[in-house]
């Protein structure tokens, strides 16, 4: 079955770094688009960043724009999102998301879903 897996989440303090990762089993990774989300307690689910399969395009949101790189290895079957000068608005669950079809932000886009990990930022 499909497996998303996601890791590197923490408690961090603000302007550190971390890199999430997810690692991705039973369907052709290269094939799929992948997108990084997140959600705070209390809100919806919102679109972070997003990666084409084959040419590896990426597209963000603008509020991480410059501070977050979303990469993939598909040898390793693996999605990155690099996020340096963290702040505590960034602090949420995040999820990684595989879709069939590139360009996508919409949660009901993507169609399989890990299982989150949790970013929590202190000032």
């Known amino acids: 079955q499909v497996q998303l897996v996601e890791s590197g989440g923490g408690l961090v303090q603000a302007g550190d770094s971390l890199r999430l990762s997810c690692v991705v089993s039973?369907?052709?990774?290269?094939?799929?688009?992948m997108g990084w989300f997140r959600q705070a307690p209390g809100k919806e689910r919102d679109f972070v960043a997003g990666i084409t399969g084959s040419s590896g395009r990426a597209y963000y949101v603008d509020v991480v724009k410059g501070r977050f790189t979303i990469s993939r290895d598909n040898a390793k079957n693996t999605v990155y999102l690099q996020m340096n000068s963290l702040k505590p608005d960034d602090t949420a669950v995040y999820y990684c998301?595989?879709?069939?079809?590139?360009?996508?932000?919409?949660?009901?886009?993507?169609?399989?879903w890990g299982q989150g990990t949790q970013v929590t930022v202190s000032s």
């Open positions: 039973g369907l052709p990774f290269s094939s799929f688009a």
């Open positions: 998301a595989a879709g069939r079809i590139a360009g996508q932000i919409r949660p009901d886009q993507y169609d399989y």
